[in-house]
C-alpha cells in the first residue's frame, strides 16, 4: 500500500516528516498496512521527530515495566498517560528506554561459565 501511494504521487513522504507529529501520524495511518506503530517508528527514527511514545511496542512496554520496577507490563493507554511526563522529548525517552531494555536483555542472556 505505501508503496502504491508514494509511486502514485498520493503521499509525499519527505513532506510527511515535516508536519506536526499527530498531522505526520494521521497521514500516514490511513496508508493500507500502516498502523500507529510503523507510523511512529518512521516518524522518530527516519523524520527525526523529537516527541513520539510508540506504546504498542512490546519491548519499550516490557523496558518501562523492568526500569520502574512494575509487576506486569503496562497497558497502552496508562503508558501513554505516563509518557505525557516526557514531552517534548519523548522519543529521547523512548530510546533510551530501548537501550536499557537492550542492555537488559544482553545481561539476561549471558551464558553462565
Not at 500516514?28 to 527516519?46: D, H, K, N, Q
Not at 520502574?68 to 530510546?95: C, F, G, M
Amino acid at each position: 500500500g505505501l508503496a502504491r501511494a508514494v509511486t502514485e504521487g498520493q503521499i509525499d513522504l519527505d513532506g510527511v516528516v515535516r508536519k506536526e507529529g499527530s498531522a505526520a501520524l494521521s497521514e500516514l495511518v490511513v496508508l493500507r498496512g500502516i498502523g500507529p506503530w510503523t507510523a511512529e517508528v518512521y516518524l522518530m527514527f527516519c523524520g527525526g521527530h523529537p516527541d513520539i511514545f510508540p506504546v504498542g511496542d512490546v519491548a519499550l512496554r516490557s523496558a518501562v515495566a523492568h526500569a520502574l520496577d512494575l509487576e506486569i507490563r503496562p497497558e497502552a493507554k496508562w503508558l501513554a498517560e505516563r509518557a505525557t511526563l516526557w514531552s517534548p522529548w519523548r522519543s529521547v525517552a523512548a530510546r533510551l528506554f530501548w537501550g536499557y531494555y537492550a542492555n537488559i536483555m544482553r545481561r539476561a542472556m549471558v551464558p553462565l561459565p
